[in-house]
Nanobody
Framework: QVQLVESGGRLVQAGDSLKLSCAASGSFSNYAMGWFRQAPGKDREFVAGISRAGVSKNYADSVKGRFTIFRDNAKNTVYLQMNSLNPEDTAVYYC???????????????????WGRGTQVTVSS
């Protein structure tokens, strides 16, 4: 099992950068991790995923080139560095843990067995 707590969300201006953190307890290195987001009235969508060792990463097209996911297994933490933020990035951001080992599996929310409670990111224009 693993418990997840996100942090780092806040109100920022368009063009700003922000780094989200997701601290985990439990067997963190046994899980691939993902960041998802959910805007009001919309479904939860995949943002970025990373393999157990941090070697394999994948991103949604909407954030490719702007966001970077990375993890520190010694600190049981996964991060999401977000650059060039725009108002369309406004959402609650969730981290999740999955036993799925493929990049495709990491994009599918139903593959995740554990979720944090989310952190709000608001980007003003």
């Amino acid at each position: 099992q693993v418990q997840l707590v996100e942090s780092g969300g806040r109100l920022v201006q368009a063009g700003d950068s922000l780094k989200l953190s997701c601290a985990a307890s439990g067997s963190f290195s046994n899980y691939a991790m993902g960041w998802f987001r959910q805007a009001p009235g919309k479904d939860r969508e995949f943002v970025a995923g990373i393999s157990r060792a941090g070697v394999s990463k994948n991103y949604a097209d909407s954030v490719k080139g702007r966001f970077t996911i990375f993890r520190d297994n010694a600190k049981n933490t996964v991060y999401l560095q977000m650059n060039s933020l725009n108002p369309e990035d406004t959402a609650v951001y969730y981290c999740g843990a999955t036993t799925r080992s493929t990049a495709e599996g990491r994009t599918q929310s139903w593959q995740y067995g554990y979720w944090g409670r989310g952190t709000q990111v608001t980007v003003s224009s």
